[in-house]
């Protein structure tokens, strides 16, 4: 059974940073893809950021480029998200998702997701 568990969530001002974490387990994730995707009251939840097995390939959603950086350890089989200059309008539940092959941003086609970490973030 794949588990997926989110941390690093959390409280902060505009402007501010928070990392996120995503650990992995359960079985083996050689050429695993994993993302990170949120959501917010009322609406869909959207595709945050992606990455490949190698960290070779990497997608952002245009709202968060040049403030996220998604990486991995896969030795810890770890996601991580980092996150700067922080807006109100990044307040939303963040989800780590896994799927074997290549890192997609539809939601859809990732089988496996964490409970999601909460992050608020005050103007």
């Known amino acids: 059974q794949v588990q997926l568990v989110e941390s690093g969530g959390g409280s902060v001002q505009a402007g501010g940073s928070l990392r996120l974490s995503c650990a992995a387990s359960g079985r083996s994730f050689n050429n695993y893809a994993m993302g990170w995707f949120r959501r917010t009251p009322g609406k869909e939840r959207e595709f945050v950021a992606a990455?490949?097995?190698?960290?070779?390939?990497?997608y952002y959603a245009d709202s968060v480029k040049g403030r996220f950086t998604i990486s991995r350890d896969n030795a810890k089989n770890t996601v991580y998200l980092q996150m700067n200059s922080l807006k109100p309008e990044d307040t939303a539940v963040y989800y780590c998702a896994v799927r074997f092959g290549i890192p997609v941003v539809v939601e859809r086609l990732y089988p496996y997701w964490g409970q999601g970490t909460q992050v608020t973030v005050s103007s």
């Open positions: 990455i490949s097995w190698s960290g070779g390939s990497i």
